[in-house]
Nanobody, 129 residues
Framework: QVQLVESGGGLVQAGGSLRLSCAAS????????MGWFRQAPGKERDFVAA????????YYADSVKGRFTISRDNAKKTVYLQMNSLKPEDTAVYYC??????????????????????WGQGTQVTVSP
């Protein structure tokens, strides 16, 4: 069982950058696709980005493509989300999670939150105008 802890959120002005981290425990971390989701107040949890078990494949929501970059370091059991050119509409709680349906050597893109599990507690990102 993988357990996840997110960090790196905060308050930033529009146009600024933040780097989120998701630290994992558990021996199977490197076998699974990992994803980032976000949830704004009163809204559903939305897919942001995913990365394959090896880090060789990535997928992004259209709303963040070209601004956010997902990466992972399997030796450190950590997934990152580099967020540049932040906008007020990026304000949300950001969560990382394990894609329960997608593990080595498989890579099939899914953006459904129901395919993910082991959710962390989330980290708040607030972007001021």
């Amino acid at each position: 069982q993988v357990q996840l802890v997110e960090s790196g959120g905060g308050l930033v002005q529009a146009g600024g950058s933040l780097r989120l981290s998701c630290a994992a425990s558990g021996r199977t971390f490197s076998m699974y696709t990992m994803g980032w989701f976000r949830q704004a107040p009163g809204k559903e949890r939305d897919f942001v980005a995913a990365i394959s078990w090896s880090g060789g494949s990535t997928y992004y929501a259209d709303s963040v493509k070209g601004r956010f970059t997902i990466s992972r370091d399997n030796a450190k059991k950590t997934v990152y989300l580099q967020m540049n050119s932040l906008k007020p509409e990026d304000t949300a709680v950001y969560y990382c999670a394990v894609d329960k349906t997608n593990f080595a050597p498989k890579w099939v893109v899914t953006t459904e939150s129901t395919d993910f599990g082991s959710w962390g507690q989330g980290t708040q990102v607030t972007v001021s105008p």
